[in-house]
């Protein structure tokens, strides 16, 4: 059974970091991706960041400079250290799996940062 543990999300003042883990297990191929994407209220989910296997990463314009994306590869886990976050980096951040056959979502984990 395929499972995606997220963890790390919480309240944080304006200025403050998180850092948030996403554990895979279960997952029978090898993993091509891991991201992090991102769904504030009445918004679409957008992605945040995203690493691939090769170790190339892509941010969101708005996160750039502030947000690093990170992989284990040997532990299937993927990291965001999110730095002088604001307000509007309130949402709920989920993990997305691509592997060589399938897709996955974790349940996500909701960050809130106060002004």
């Known amino acids: 059974q395929v499972q995606l543990v997220e963890s790390g999300g919480g309240w944080v003042q304006a200025g403050g970091s998180l850092r948030l883990s996403c554990a895979a297990s279960g997952i029978s191929s090898s993993i091509n991706a891991m991201s992090w994407y991102r769904q504030a209220p009445g918004k679409q989910r957008e992605l945040a960041a995203a690493?691939?296997?090769?170790?190339?990463?892509n941010y969101a314009g708005s996160v750039k400079g502030r947000f690093t994306i990170s992989r284990d590869a040997a532990k299937n886990t993927v990291y965001l250290q999110m730095n002088n976050l604001k307000p509007e980096d309130t949402a709920v951040y989920y993990c997305y799996v691509v592997s060589r056959t399938a897709y996955y979502w974790g349940q996500g984990t909701q960050v809130t940062v106060s002004s």
């Open positions: 690493i691939n296997g090769g170790g190339s990463t």
